[in-house]
């Protein structure tokens, strides 16, 4: 039988016993375009193959909808997928579940605060794809993607205007002490929706600090930039303003810690914070401590 909606915490267990046509019925219009109720048994049903059950491992909300993720009883695959308010499923995806325990272990040997002043929200960060689309490039496996919200929304209005969005020229300050090595500015801010894949940092400074370690602070706003090449900065002081430039579909802070200069060929390094909180995708956070909204994780779409 079709049904207009699905009660998310059942989603599995019906997964798990094959009720695929019920849980397609479930599905948005836009998704059925995508791919036919034929193809979507033949792919789910491979997808059980081998599976004894599924276990929930993360349970979000931003911008409306609410984002479930399942893994698999051998944490091989996982299961993500996003409610409306009306519990229609509107993204659903079928993936493995891989890691990188060998570079996880891999943490700064400096510590470090946060880039930004007040609270923000985390888009995406933490140590596997589902939770942070960067983790399966080596360059950026550790990076975050941050933007400010509220009521659940990281917008007012509309999202036609980048003013539009609460991380729009919010100051972004220093991780830690140290020195200005790179700026690149001059990059427009992208009309929301759109983005510059060819300049894919936008706007960005790159710091030196002390045991060979560089941050990336990008995306900022055009001629925003508060510091030049040369300078010595200390933690907390503002480096520029967040924007909506690069490979950016509306403003927020992408940012990361390497241990290289070069942003595109060196490695991300899992960053140690000051509080000894790893912040993870859907943490509230800020330069000192994190939040939790009513203990519930967030989650979203893809950002650079």
């Given at each position: 039988?079709?049904?207009?909606?699905?009660?998310?915490?059942?989603?599995?267990?019906?997964?798990h016993s094959e009720e695929f046509e019920t849980i397609y019925g479930c599905t948005s219009k836009d998704f059925q375009q995508l791919i036919p109720l034929e193809q979507f048994i033949e792919l789910a049903r491979s997808f059980n193959v081998g599976v004894n059950y599924y276990q929930i491992e993360v349970e979000n909300s931003l911008q409306n909808l609410d984002q479930y993720i399942w893994l698999d009883d051998q944490k091989e695959k996982a299961i993500s997928v996003s409610f409306d308010e009306h519990q229609q499923i509107q993204?659903?995806?079928?993936?493995?579940?891989?890691?990188?325990?060998?570079?996880?272990?891999?943490?700064?040997?400096n510590t470090y605060s946060m880039p930004i002043k007040g609270k923000w929200f985390v888009f995406w960060g933490g140590t596997n794809e589902?939770?942070?689309?960067?983790?399966?490039?080596?360059?950026?496996?550790?990076?975050?993607?941050?933007?400010?919200t509220q009521e659940?929304?990281?917008?007012?209005?509309?999202q036609t205007r980048?003013?539009?969005?609460?991380?729009f020229d919010e100051e972004i300050v220093a991780l830690a002490d140290g020195k200005v090595i790179k700026i690149v500015d001059g990059n427009k801010d992208n009309i929301p929706?759109?983005?510059?894949?060819?300049?894919?940092?936008?706007?960005?400074?790159?710091?030196?600090?002390?045991?060979?370690?560089?941050?990336?602070?990008?995306?900022?706003?055009?001629?925003?930039?508060?510091?030049?090449?040369?300078?010595?900065?200390?933690?907390?002081?503002?480096?520029?303003k967040c924007g909506n430039s690069g490979n950016s579909s509306e403003p927020h802070l992408h940012f990361q810690v390497m241990d290289s200069s070069d942003w595109e060929n060196g490695k991300s390094l899992r960053i140690k914070f000051k509080d000894g909180?790893?912040?993870?995708?859907?943490?509230?956070i800020s330069n000192v401590i994190k939040y939790k909204d009513k203990d519930k994780d967030t989650f979203d779409k893809k950002m650079n």
């Open positions: 039988m079709t049904v207009a909606s699905i009660n998310p915490k059942e989603f599995c267990i019906m997964f993204g659903l995806q079928l993936k493995p579940f891989i890691t990188y325990p060998e570079s996880d272990k891999r943490f700064t040997q589902l939770i942070n689309y960067h983790y399966v490039y080596e360059n950026q496996r550790y990076a975050y993607d941050l933007v400010k659940g929304l990281s917008y007012r209005n509309t980048n003013e539009d969005f609460y991380a929706g759109e983005m510059d894949p060819k300049n894919p940092a936008g706007n960005y400074v790159i710091l030196e600090h002390s045991e060979k370690e560089y941050s990336l602070l990008a995306h900022l706003k055009e001629s925003s930039i508060q510091v030049k090449r040369g300078d010595l900065v200390k933690e907390g002081q503002c480096i520029g909180i790893e912040p993870i995708q859907g943490d509230t």
